[in-house]
């Protein structure tokens, strides 16, 4: 089958539905953001200044992480302890931009994406950069997008199901301030793949953009 990559801004729905075409094609799956979250983890807990690299890269070497693919989700385990719900917090949120703008943790990172990917044949692969810097050639690439309220709403609901205290107004700023940086970073930034297709998830289902997805990768 090949590479598909799903790229997109926070709250596009890349995360669910990446995770629906992975089951429904059989593939592996993979979350960059997971990646960059955990980085950011691993600093944070260190108190390492987030602007300093070359220490977390030092750090990020010694470190034991682990992906773990469970149901809907993507278990990330630091040195044996599950940090799933700890890297998807408003406080990693914050921070991530600071690991997501390093080209020397991009480097470290991007290698072990291309890593997974060789050791798992094919795969469906989320991020922002997928299929732009990490995976060019890819079979398969998407560009998923909604409004800025919608994302939103959705973040909103994420994390108030996870027992989270958190404010629609203040979810929608994070994701105004995120999409500013990842759109604006000199590495890896978030842009749509000139061969990649475009859905707008605004106003669909969930079921209805997996369904679109499948008909593309049967195409
Ligand atoms: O998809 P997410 O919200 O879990 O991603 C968290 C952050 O990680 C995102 O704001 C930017 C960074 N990221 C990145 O720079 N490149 C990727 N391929 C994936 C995520």
Not at 13 to 24: C, D, H, P, Q, R
Not at 158 to 179: F, H, M, S, V, W
Request: aromatic share 4%; glycine share 6%.
């Amino acid at each position: 089958m090949g590479i598909i990559t799903i790229d997109g801004p926070a709250g596009s729905g890349k995360s669910t539905i990446s995770k629906l075409v992975a089951k429904e094609l059989g593939l592996s799956f993979l979350d960059t953001g997971a990646m960059y979250r955990a980085l950011t983890l691993i600093a944070m807990n260190e108190g390492l200044d987030l602007e300093d690299s070359a220490k977390i890269k030092e750090l990020f070497d010694k470190t034991e992480l682990k992906f773990i693919p469970k149901d809907d989700t993507t278990l990330v385990e630091i040195n044996g302890v599950d940090c799933s719900d700890l890297i998807r917090s408003q406080r990693v949120t914050a921070n991530v931009r600071f690991i997501a703008s390093s080209p020397l943790l991009r480097a470290s990172l991007v290698e072990l994406q291309r890593q997974f990917a060789k050791e798992q044949g094919s795969i469906v692969t989320e991020g922002r950069d997928q299929g732009t810097v990490v995976f060019p050639d890819a079979q398969v690439k998407i560009y998923l997008n909604a409004d800025v309220d919608q994302r939103a709403i959705r973040r909103f609901k994420e994390l108030q199901a996870r027992g989270e205290k958190c404010d629609l107004q203040e979810i929608k700023d994070a994701i105004i301030a995120r999409d500013f940086s990842d759109e604006n970073r000199e590495v890896g930034s978030l842009k749509k793949a000139d061969d990649a297709i475009e859905i707008d998830t605004s106003a669909m289902s969930i079921e209805d953009v997996v369904s679109v997805i499948l008909q593309i990768v049967r195409e």
